[in-house]
C-alpha cells in the first residue's frame, strides 16, 4: 500500500496550489481520502474528506478556499487551496481509510481528527511566503 503526495512548493501570499495524492495497493474507491495538515510547532489538523463516492466534508477552517476532488479511474486525490495564506503553510498529508468511506460527507461525521487512518503518505510541504 502506497500514498504519495505531491504539487507541494514555495508559493507567494495569494496564489494557489493544487496537491495531488496518488494511492497503490487498495481498492481506491472503497476508501475515503482524507487531508490532513500539520504546520510547523502545532497538531496535524484534519482539512476535509471526499469518500469514494465524492461525498465531502471539509473542516470549519477549510470551507472557503480549499477544495477536494479526486478522480478513481486515476486512483489520484486532489486538494486544490486558493488564495494562499502564510498560515497555510505547513506539511499536508493524505490518508486513506475504509470506515471513514461511510460517514465522510454525511451527517454522522464527526472531526477528521477522530478517525484512526488506516494508511497515510509521507507528505508534501507547503511554504507560503513573500
Known amino acids: 500500500v502506497q500514498l504519495v503526495e505531491s504539487g507541494g512548493g514555495l508559493v507567494q501570499p495569494g496564489e494557489s496550489l493544487k496537491l495531488s495524492c496518488v494511492a497503490s495497493?487498495?481498492?481506491?474507491?472503497?476508501?475515503?481520502i482524507g487531508w490532513f495538515r500539520q504546520a510547523p510547532g502545532k497538531e496535524r489538523e484534519g482539512v476535509s474528506c471526499?469518500?469514494?463516492?465524492?461525498?465531502?466534508t471539509y473542516s470549519d477552517s477549510a470551507k472557503d478556499r480549499f477544495t477536494v476532488s479526486r478522480d478513481n479511474a486515476k486512483n489520484t486525490a486532489y486538494l486544490q487551496v486558493d488564495n494562499l495564506k502564510p498560515e497555510d503553510t505547513a506539511v499536508y498529508y493524505c490518508?486513506?481509510?475504509?470506515?471513514?468511506?461511510?460517514?465522510?460527507?454525511?451527517?454522522?461525521?464527526?472531526?477528521?481528527?477522530?478517525?484512526?487512518?488506516?494508511?497515510w503518505g509521507e507528505g508534501t510541504a507547503v511554504t507560503v511566503s513573500s
Open positions: 490518508a486513506a481509510d475504509r470506515g471513514l468511506n461511510y460517514v465522510c460527507g454525511t451527517a454522522y461525521m464527526r472531526e477528521l481528527e477522530n478517525y484512526g487512518m488506516n494508511y
Open positions: 495497493g487498495f481498492t481506491f474507491d472503497e476508501y475515503a
Open positions: 471526499i469518500s469514494g463516492t465524492d461525498q465531502i
